[in-house]
């Protein structure tokens, strides 16, 4: 493709050379740079990418795309400045797969916790209705029915434009994604085209990197402020910032809500382990996901589905057929003591608290709820002790353990959990940092018909300890414990 053509609408500050030449791709790691690619450089939270130019030369990059004037310039290699490359790098990668979300319409979803889960819902419903899907989600991303290991929420701007390419090839009618806040801050959605998105709530999280509430707050309102005015913007009115998400957006405005009126207005009527009953619009329907924070999700996909313009009888009879996510709240209970065990992807305070207390409304006796938790390392270290508390506070015993420690020492992420810990909470729990061994405590606790909380990891198949992700699946985990102890 032509150099000119892979820089249209990029916002050119100055360029030495000519764009009148071939180029064979678009990267911003050096590491994968093949001959005759442009090279971004851009301004990483770790590294600078502008570090990386002379390597990616070395590599065979042609041209240098950059934000901060290099020191040098070699011959024979053509500069161009901009003021953020990382935008740039968006627009030149949607530019050199041909604006492949131009054909497709993609639906993006932002929110603290539930973006996996509606972005799915949107997937399987729209399949079901007979589209051809893509999915962009924490779990996986998924070309019709061809099935990719995912490493984001949201892909860096140079994948997600390649895997959009995939699906408008594979003849996608839709694409649904997960916009996390950490692709709107880095700008890995630039240039690309969205006709709707969706707000499910915001709490805390990613304080690490955002820093401040009001900052997380900002980023994940920046995602409807560059929606444009042909799109839909869907937003949660009982989240206390679900109506300051839609402020400034051009997008035309959609609500939905449980406790107020709202455009998509839900009316909870029953919510037991068999699922819920709800009425959506005054549509009474039995839909099979459980618990209250999922109500909130499908009124997030019904509010979608009709801005798509589909039948609102269609919609619900299909939307009452599907399963959640995988890893969200995954239950099974075991043959003989009917110990029931609940995967959940729960990693942030609010999840916590909201799983747990659909747990507490699904109670029918006095069964024990016995909940094992982490948390993450090298993730904010400010809701550590915030979710030992909510665990403590909602079960009546706990296994504080490890989640992904990364680099950090997994006791001392327990110490932190452990250190705002109210006394009476104290008495409540246990730490031990193998989780398997955890799993298994728990369940040796456990007595007929009591209830085991696994939180945290979810779908996650990896235990990530010091950079190396060994095997370790809590689902597998328990299944093998249950099959030990029930024998
Ligand atoms: C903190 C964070 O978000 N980091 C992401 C970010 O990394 P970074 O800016 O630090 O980049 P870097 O690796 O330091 O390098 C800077 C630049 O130099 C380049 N480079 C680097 C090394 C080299 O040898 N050559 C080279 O050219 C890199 O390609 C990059 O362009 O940009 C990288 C490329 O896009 C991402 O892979 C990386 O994700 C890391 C691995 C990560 O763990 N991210 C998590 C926190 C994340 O993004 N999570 C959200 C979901 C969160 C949620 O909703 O719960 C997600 O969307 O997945
Ligand atoms: N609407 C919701 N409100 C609050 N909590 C929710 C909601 N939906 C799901 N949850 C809880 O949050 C956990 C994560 O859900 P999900 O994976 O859908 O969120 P996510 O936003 O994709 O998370 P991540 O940012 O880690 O990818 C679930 O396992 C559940 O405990
Ligand atoms: N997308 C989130 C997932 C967290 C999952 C949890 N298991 C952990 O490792 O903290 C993150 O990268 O922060
Ligand atoms: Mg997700």
Do not use: W
Request: charged share 20%; with cysteine.
């Amino acid at each position: 493709m032509l150099l000119q053509d892979v820089l249209y609408k990029v916002a050119i500050q100055s360029l030495n050379g000519s764009t009148a030449i071939d180029v064979s791709g678009v990267q911003s790691d050096s590491r994968k740079i093949a001959a005759g690619n442009v090279f971004v450089a851009v301004k990483g939270v770790g590294v600078d990418g502008h570090l990386f130019i002379d390597k990616a030369i070395e590599k065979g990059a042609t041209v240098v795309v950059y934000q901060t004037t290099p020191e040098a310039f070699q011959q024979d290699i053509v500069y161009i400045s901009v003021e953020n490359s990382a935008i740039a790098l968006g627009v030149m990668a949607a530019n050199f797969y041909g604006n492949p979300s131009a054909g497709l319409k993609v639906v993006g979803v932002t929110g603290t916790n539930g973006k996996t889960t509606i972005a799915t819902l949107l997937y399987k419903l729209f399949t079901s209705l007979g589209y051809t899907c893509g999915l962009l989600s924490t779990v996986n991303n998924i070309i019709g029915d061809k099935v990719l290991e995912a490493t984001h929420t949201t892909p860096d701007a140079v994948s997600l434009q390649a895997l959009l390419r995939e699906m408008a090839d594979a003849g996608c009618d839709y694409a649904f994604m997960e916009v996390s806040s950490h692709a709107v801050h880095q700008h890995r959605i630039a240039g690309l085209q969205f006709v709707g998105g969706l707000f499910s709530n915001i709490t805390h999280d990613h304080l690490d990197y955002h820093q401040t509430f009001d900052e997380y707050i900002r980023v994940k309102k920046m995602f409807f402020d560059g929606l444009p005015n042909n799109a839909f913007a869907i937003t949660n009115v009982d989240d206390k910032r679900g109506l300051v998400m839609l402020q400034n957006t051009a997008a035309k405005k959609y609500s939905y809500s449980i406790k107020t009126l709202a455009d998509f207005k839900g009316k909870l009527i029953e919510n037991t382990l068999t699922g819920l009953v709800m009425s959506i619009n005054d549509q009474e329907t039995h839909f099979r996901l459980i618990g209250e924070f999922n109500a909130y999700n499908l009124l997030a996909v019904y509010g979608a589905a009709i801005c798509l313009g589909q039948d609102k009888m269609e919609v619900l009879q299909h939307l009452s057929m599907l399963t959640g996510a995988e890893g969200r709240f995954d239950f099974s209970v075991s043959p003989k003591e009917q110990i029931i065990t609940i995967v959940d992807y729960a990693h942030t305070p609010d999840a916590l608290l909201n799983v747990l207390a659909t747990i507490k409304k699904l109670k029918q006796g006095n069964e024990k709820v016995i909940t094992v938790v982490g948390c993450g390392g090298d993730r904010d270290k400010t809701k550590r002790p915030v979710m030992a508390t909510v665990a403590c506070e909602h079960s009546d015993k706990v296994v504080f353990t490890s989640d992904n420690p990364r680099t950090e020492d997994p006791a001392q992420i327990i110490k932190d959990m452990e250190d705002g810990l109210p006394v009476s909470a104290r008495r409540k729990y246990l730490a031990i940092t193998d989780r398997r061994e955890a799993i298994k405590t728990a369940l040796n606790l456990a007595g007929e018909g009591d209830i085991i909380l696994v939180a945290g990891k979810g779908h996650e198949k990896y235990q990530d300890i010091n950079g190396v992700k060994n095997h370790f699946d809590d689902k597998e985990v328990i299944a093998e414990m249950i099959e030990l102890l029930e024998k």
